[in-house]
């Protein structure tokens, strides 16, 4: 479990992350979205202990990261971003060097399950500096899970994979998160969709949005705008759907329309369909403007920045 | 200790790949080797013993190249690489990972020290030997030795760039070294006398070249190498702590 309360860093004059707040559930993959320089790096290396916060706490199973830092330590596992390593050491030789520092029993035996676990067995006498950027990435994450820790924090841990690595790594994580807690970050968004059980996302060191992937697009779709097609003339059916019960405007986007309904709470789609039926049109398509993660990231990244001072705009506790 | 010696032995174990250990070992064993010949053979029978505390004088002179050359890499490279912030997130203290890297460089220089007791036994196969005086002088350059490399640690803490460290390690030993010279420099020149003295305090030739490294064994020459070893680890493990904590 991974609590963060009110996290600050400032460096200086910059501020890192400011005011940043939320839990991280054992048994679930949490994510940690954001654009590069969002501030997610800085609030994994206070997560981890690597440095201090300028204010706020942060309990990571169970010991604040500032006071208990060695304790915290113990229980987690940690993948920094450029995954750094000791190159002129094998596989098996850094991930036994780490467990005696960490003053594990049986180091080989260990040090040679993670590496099965990340797949990596038949590379473990290989120089690291031998060995493909995405081979050292899992090594990094062998390192990581060499004491089975109750926490693992991985920051961008598909990066620089292939695309079959990338789907193993997702299927790892994902398996690992049933008996783990795992936060990790990352700034693609499909691939946050497709692991997490629940999302943070932050950007210039706020968080804009949290909760799980489903109930953050329910939180946008609800009083968001729809798609609609007809096998006609835009321009002819707009009226037509403009007197629809419950629509504000429609608005015409190449061959086809979006419509905004008059309230948030109002689904116009129904009304939508019996207006152009009942003008003997042909409705091709007509569903919720698709709102990915990618957009709801889009949109709230992009509000962010035209009003810094907005409060987070979506906030589901997931 | 764990944790301190798992890092021990990994440095250690550092020092016999690394070509600029085999480099030091090597300029510093073939010097010695052609100076003692050249010394034997000068003395031709006469007093060869006088060679006793010039081998370890030489080698605490040379503390100035050979500190910096064997320390320059240790924590510079962990920071460059990003190996600390691994480190940093384990649990162990800087002080672990500072003590199992300075421990492993002067087990290193130690070696290069019992290396040259070479010469003594081979000169007590030709006369006696003035055992306080080896005792003395070869304490002194172990002592001096891990003072100078605990000093150049403290640049490799600070920059990430190994020559800036090595550079700033050799000068910080010169200046350590000429402060005798310094010190009397002022009092000749009448000025400043009192501080003169404190000067020399300081100075690392005062506490070795002079006392100890003839045989003169006195506890506040062992105190002074003692605290500088003190001081210089803790100061590295502060630097250490304040650049993780703004990296």
Known sequence: MIEVQALTKRYGAVTAIDNLSFTAQPGQVTGFLGPNGAGKTTTMRILTGFMP?????????????????????????????????????????????????????????????????????????????????????????????????????????????????????????????????????????????????????????????????????????????????????????????????GVASVDIEGDHLIATPSSANIDPRPAIARVLVEANYELVELRPLAVRLEEIFLEVTQRQIQHPEEEPIAEVVG | MRAVWAVYKRELALYFRSPIAYGVALALFLFLGLLFTSNVSAGNGQAPATFLNIAPELLSFLTFLVAPLLTMRLLSEEAREGTLEVLMTLPMRELQFVLGKFLAVWSYYTLLLVVMLIYPILLSTVGILDIGQLVGSYLGAWLYGGAMLAVCLIWSALFEDQIVAAFLGAASVLVLFLAESAAIWASNQGILSGAADFIREFSLSAHYQSTLAQGVLRAEDILYFVLMIIAAIFITVRIVEIRRWRA
Do not use: W
Not at chain 1, 53 to 82: C, H, K, W
Not at chain 1, 200 to 214: K, R
């Open chain 1, 53 to 245: 916060p300028t204010s706020g706490a942060a309990i990571v199973a169970g010991y604040d990261v500032f006071t208990q830092s060695m304790e915290v330590r113990r229980r987690i596992g940690y993948l920094p971003e450029n995954v750094p390593l000791y190159r002129d050491m094998t596989a098996v030789g850094y991930l036994m060097y780490l467990a005696e520092i960490r003053g594990l029993a049986d180091r080989r035996k260990k040090a040679e399950a993670a590496l099965d676990r990340v797949g990596l067995l038949y590379r473990a006498q290989s120089r690291i500096r031998s060995l493909s950027k995405g081979m050292r990435q899992r090594v990094g994450l062998a390192a990581a899970l060499l004491h089975d820790p109750e926490v693992l924090i991985l920051d961008e841990p598909t990066i620089g994979l292939d695309p079959f690595q990338v789907l193993e790594l997702r299927d790892l994580i994902r398996e690992l998160g049933q008996d783990h807690t795992v936060l990790f970050s990352t700034h693609i968004l499909s691939e946050a969709e497709q692991v997490c059980n629940n999302v943070v996302i932050i950007n210039q060191g706020h968080i804009v949005a949290q909760g799980n992937p489903a109930d953050l697009r329910v939180e946008l779709e609800r009083g968001g705008r729809i798609f609609v097609r007809v096998n006609a003339n835009p321009e002819e059916v707009r009226p037509i759907i403009a007197n629809a019960a």
